[in-house]
Structures are given as structure tokens and as C-alpha cells.
């Protein structure tokens, strides 16, 4: 079955950097996009950043843009949020996720997701 594993999140300083990876299982990963979404507590899972099924194009939120970086290898099936310059307001949830196209910032847009992993920035 289609499986989306995330992993890499912990307890981090600010300032500090993290990898996110998300291991995927169960369908053809290079057809799809991949989206990374967070989720802070008593908030919506919002968007974070998304790559093309190659690797070359990619989009990102205004928050994060500058110091998060998203990738991909599909020979791998896996895909990666490195996430530089860590601030507290980074606190959350991130999800990975699969969906027709790079485009797409609603998680509604979105077919697959992961359980998730917690990335905690202390100031």
C-alpha cells in the first residue's frame, strides 16, 4: 500500500539546522510531486514547500523562503527538507506529501501524506 514514512525532526536550537526525509512507498513516486506541509499547534497544516516530479522546479512560503531547500532523488524514492536558520516560529508537525503538481498549495490538492514528524526550536 502507499506509504509515506517521514523522518529527522528533534529538539533544535535557533539557529540550527535540521534534514527532513520522507521515504515513499507503494506507487510510482517519480509521477508525483512532493509537498511539505506543517502543522503548529491550534493552527491549519499550511504549506512549507513543493518540488517538481524531476527535481528542477520548486516553490516555497514566503516564510521559509532563503532558508529551507527542497529535493528530491528518485532512484531513491525519497524526498528531503533541508531547514536552515532555525527559528522558534518553525515549531511544528511537518508532513510530507504527494500530489499531481508543484503547484499546489492546498492540502486538500494533495493524494498522499506521511504521519508526520515533530521539529521543537528553542530560543
Known amino acids: 500500500q502507499v506509504q509515506l514514512v517521514e523522518s529527522g525532526g528533534g529538539l533544535v536550537q535557533a539557529g540550527d539546522s535540521l534534514r527532513l526525509s520522507c521515504a515513499a512507498s507503494g506507487y510510482t513516486f517519480s509521477n508525483y510531486a512532493m509537498g511539505w506541509f506543517r502543522q503548529r499547534p491550534g493552527t491549519e497544516r499550511e504549506f512549507v514547500a513543493a518540488?517538481?516530479?524531476?527535481?528542477?522546479?520548486?516553490t516555497y512560503a514566503d516564510s521559509v523562503k532563503g532558508r529551507f531547500t527542497v529535493s528530491r532523488d528518485n532512484a531513491k524514492n525519497t524526498g528531503y527538507l533541508q531547514m536552515n536558520s532555525l527559528k522558534p516560529e518553525d515549531t511544528a508537525v511537518y508532513y510530507c506529501?504527494?500530489?499531481?503538481?508543484?503547484?499546489?498549495?492546498?492540502?486538500?490538492?494533495?493524494?498522499?501524506w506521511g504521519q508526520g514528524t515533530q521539529v521543537t526550536v528553542s530560543s
Open positions: 506529501s504527494s500530489g499531481r503538481s508543484y503547484s499546489y498549495q492546498k492540502k486538500s490538492q494533495y493524494d498522499y
Open positions: 518540488i517538481s516530479r524531476s527535481g528542477i522546479s520548486t
